[in-house]
T-cell receptor
Framework: GQQLNQSPQSMFIQEGEDVSMNCTSSSIFNTWLWYKQDPGEGPVLLIALYKAGELTSNGRLTAQFGITRKDSFLNISASIPSDVGIYFCAGNTDSNYQLIWGAGTKLIIKP | NAGVTQTPKFQVLKTGQSMTLQCAQDMNHNSMYWYRQDPGMGLRLIYYSASEGTTDKGEVPNGYNVSRLNKREFSLRLESAAPSQTSVYFC?????????????FGPGTRLLVL
């Protein structure tokens, strides 16, 4: 079946550092979505990508849809304390209504 | 425009009790979803409804039933709760357009089964 690998599993960074995380799939995707989940809340959409090679920014966040259509990355520049949380990637093909989800990257900022 | 709303926010059940989790969306989306999220894990799809009047099983449907009451509402029922169903449950609705699709999530229902 389809699988989606997200890495790293967790990151410990200093405030002000840049962050990078990525997801790879075993199948070709037509959509890549990046979500952030704060403690006790539901996931909130950060960036949506719909075309191979697409590079999209949302403030300090930048995400790209890989050329092979099997991967995507999310970068956060100049991290701040409110960036703490769990980041999820998700994607799908045209074949169904279901999203395939990564296991999440937990971002922790060192005091 | 409230987006996706879920009730209740918290629930404690005893093993064998039943309950229904409610979800509603006001975005006129056709598709709705129920996920569960366990500690340290991603989201697993329980059931989804591609459109009003249809429902389909996801990855982990056992022990659950769903009802797509109308276009706005999609409920999840536990007929006989088990401790393994202790989890956080999220409802989502899907926007699909010519440019692509996106799912929007509710705030979650935290369920503890004793």
């Amino acid at each position: 079946g389809q699988q989606l690998n997200q890495s790293p599993q967790s990151m410990f960074i200093q405030e002000g550092e840049d962050v990078s995380m990525n997801c790879t799939s075993s199948s070709i995707f037509n959509t890549w979505l990046w979500y952030k989940q704060d403690p006790g809340e539901g996931p909130v959409l950060l960036i949506a990508l719909y075309k191979a090679g697409e590079l999209t920014s949302n403030g300090r966040l930048t995400a790209q849809f890989g050329i092979t259509r099997k991967d995507s990355f999310l970068n956060i520049s100049a991290s701040i304390p409110s960036d703490v949380g769990i980041y999820f990637c998700a994607g799908n093909t045209d074949s169904n209504y279901q999203l395939i989800w990564g296991a999440g990257t937990k971002l922790i900022i060192k005091p | 425009n409230a987006g996706v709303t879920q009730t209740p926010k918290f629930q404690v059940l005893k093993t064998g009790q039943s309950m229904t989790l409610q979800c509603a969306q006001d975005m006129n989306h056709n598709s709705m979803y129920w996920y569960r999220q366990d500690p340290g894990m991603g989201l697993r799809l329980i059931y989804y409804s591609a459109s009003e009047g249809t429902t389909d099983k996801g990855e982990v449907p056992n022990g659950y039933n769903v009802s797509r009451l109308n276009k706005r509402e999609f409920s999840l029922r536990l007929e006989s709760a088990a401790p393994s169903q202790t989890s956080v449950y999220f409802c989502a609705s899907r926007r699909a357009s010519g440019s692509g699709e996106t799912q929007y999530f509710g705030p979650g229902t935290r369920l503890l089964v004793l």
